[in-house]
C-alpha cells in the first residue's frame, strides 16, 4: 500500500511564507492526481489546491494568487508554495493522491491520505 509523508509545516508570522511538501512512497507506479486540503478543528475539510497529471491545478476560493501548488511527477512528489499567510489559514494542512500501485501481481487504484502537518500563523 502506498504512503504519503508530509513535510514543512511549522509557524509563522502573518505575511510570511511556508512551503508543504509530500512524497508518496511505497509501490507506487503513478499519481493521477496529488493536492493538499486542509482542516481547522471542528470544521469540514477543505480543498486548498490540486494538480493532475497533465499539469492542471485547481485552487480552492480565494488561495489562487497566495498559493502554488506544483509537483514532480518523476518523484511522486507534490509542494504547495505558500505566500502572505494570513492567521485564517492556520489549519492542519493534508496531502492526498489518487495513485496506481502494484502489488507484485496486481494494479491497484488508491486514495491516499497523509498523517496532516499543522501550519500556524500568528498575528
Known amino acids: 500500500q502506498g504512503q504519503l509523508v508530509e513535510s514543512g509545516g511549522g509557524s509563522v508570522e502573518a505575511g510570511g511564507s511556508l512551503r508543504l511538501s509530500c512524497i508518496a512512497s511505497?509501490?507506487?507506479?503513478?499519481?493521477?492526481?496529488m493536492g493538499w486540503f486542509r482542516q481547522v478543528s471542528g470544521k469540514e475539510r477543505e480543498l486548498v489546491s490540486k494538480i493532475n497529471s497533465d499539469g492542471i491545478t485547481t485552487y480552492g476560493d480565494s488561495l489562487k494568487g497566495r498559493f502554488t501548488i506544483s509537483q514532480e511527477k518523476s518523484k511522486n512528489t507534490v509542494y504547495l508554495q505558500m505566500n502572505s499567510l494570513k492567521t485564517e489559514d492556520t489549519a492542519v494542512y493534508y496531502c492526498a493522491a489518487e495513485c496506481q500501485t502494484w502489488s507484485g501481481t496486481t494494479y491497484s487504484r488508491e486514495k491516499l491520505w497523509g498523517q496532516g502537518t499543522q501550519v500556524t500563523v500568528s498575528s
Open positions: 511505497g509501490p507506487i507506479v503513478a499519481c493521477r492526481e
